[in-house]
């Protein structure tokens, strides 16, 4: 430990997570920003170089990754126990939150008032995921292959391939490619087993929630966001446990909430399956992130160095991108409705292109956007719009 970094307790560490759990609005880069505030600049438990190290190697690792910050801060200070600690204190509040909003829409779904309220933020869900398909965009498509390998991976995904399947196959193709040609024949040896494997769930019971989000927790790279863009082809089409529309009412109660945007794991689990579900389902999104800080932090300053592993990282990116195309072109069609979800809204259309723009030119929260439009979905309902 660096001599400038403080030593703290495992009640410092519970109230601080707790207390970011209630407050941490904004999505995962929000979240990094306000914790980076309070260990680095305020109580300065660790040094500036030493917490950005953790923020980049945290990103050669699947899982949500503001979350996997928070873990990795307990687990540098106090250990194990410290890493346990700090995910759970992150969660636990922000996930109770969830689950009060997803009894009282299940039980309450029909209410006009709920309905109006959710309307009007799901062109706001549309522009942020938009927003974050930009960004990764800019970052992830460098180059002539990862542009290729990117369309490649929009046509497996519009033959209705797993996404999982693609995003990994994407990152194995690009490592291969910058490294291994040869190698690239046991990716095709294995990708009919590996589809069948992804095509094993055909009910809804606890256990295949449980594996489900387990799996897409072990792969989910970046930002909680993309958990949208796996579970759209999935829930919706592939199983049939979601409507489109409910995937989008997921998304917007998870919003709503503070605390990691995989929360939304909770909404979709309850929906399905109950208190149980909702569990169930958190509990296996968030496991891997638990696990795999814990197992790689005495690695992860060789993985960043990895040219193997970094090519890995960018060709999942670019499966990424692709995965959020097609989500974005699926939740729009739900999301740019009238109330009635009968006919085109241009209002709600309006809303969606008028958020891109607050978020790419002036960079505002999305807990602003998020609260102003659903005030704007409650006005229009008393207005009588439908």
Request: charged share 10%; with cysteine.
């Amino acid at each position: 430990m660096n001599s400038a970094e403080k030593t703290v307790t495992y009640l410092d560490l519970a109230r601080l997570f707790l207390r970011l759990s209630l407050v941490a609005f904004g999505g995962p880069v929000a979240h990094i920003a306000m914790v980076e505030d309070e260990v680095v600049a305020r109580r300065q438990w660790l040094t500036r170089a030493h917490f950005l190290d953790m923020v980049a190697a945290t990103n050669l690792i699947p899982g949500p990754n503001s979350t996997e910050v928070m873990i990795h801060i307990g687990y540098i200070k106090k250990g194990i126990p410290g890493a346990v600690l700090a995910g759970v204190c992150f969660i636990g509040p922000a996930f109770l939150l969830t689950l009060a909003l997803a009894v009282l829409y299940v039980q309450s779904g029909a209410l006009p008032q709920i309905n109006a309220l959710l309307w009007g933020i799901k062109p706001v869900i549309v522009a942020i995921i938009a927003n974050v398909g930009l960004r990764f965009a800019q970052t992830a498509l460098k180059g002539r292959a990862l542009w290729l390998l990117c369309v490649g991976c929009l046509a497996l995904l519009l033959l209705d391939m797993s996404e999982v399947l693609v995003m990994l196959g994407a990152g194995l193709l690009y490592a291969f490619y910058t490294q291994h040609w040869p190698s690239l024949l046991a990716v095709f040896a294995l990708s009919p087993l590996l589809q069948h494997a992804a095509q094993t769930a055909e009910r809804v019971g606890l256990w295949e929630i449980f594996f489900y989000f387990l799996r897409i927790g072990s792969v989910l790279f970046g930002s909680g966001y993309l958990l949208v863009a796996y579970i759209q082809q999935d829930l919706v089409n592939s199983f049939g446990w979601l409507s489109a529309q409910q995937v989008l009412d997921a998304v917007a109660i998870g919003q709503m909430t503070p605390g990691p945007v995989l929360t939304t794991v909770t909404v979709v689990g309850y929906i399905v399956a109950g208190f149980p579900g909702a569990l169930v389902g958190t509990i296996g999104v968030f496991l891997p992130a638990f696990v795999l800080v814990i197992v790689t932090a005495p690695l992860l300053p060789k993985m960043r160095t990895s040219k193997f592993w970094g090519a890995f990282l960018a060709g999942v990116n670019t499966g990424v991108v692709a995965a959020i195309a097609l989500t974005l072109i699926d939740l729009t069609q739900a999301a740019l409705r009238t109330p009635s979800g009968v006919t085109f809204s241009p209002l709600a259309a309006v809303m969606a292109v008028l958020s891109l723009a607050l978020l790419l030119r002036w960079k505002i929260n999305t807990t602003w956007l998020i609260l102003g439009s659903a005030l704007v979905g409650l006005f229009l309902f008393f207005v009588g719009y439908s």
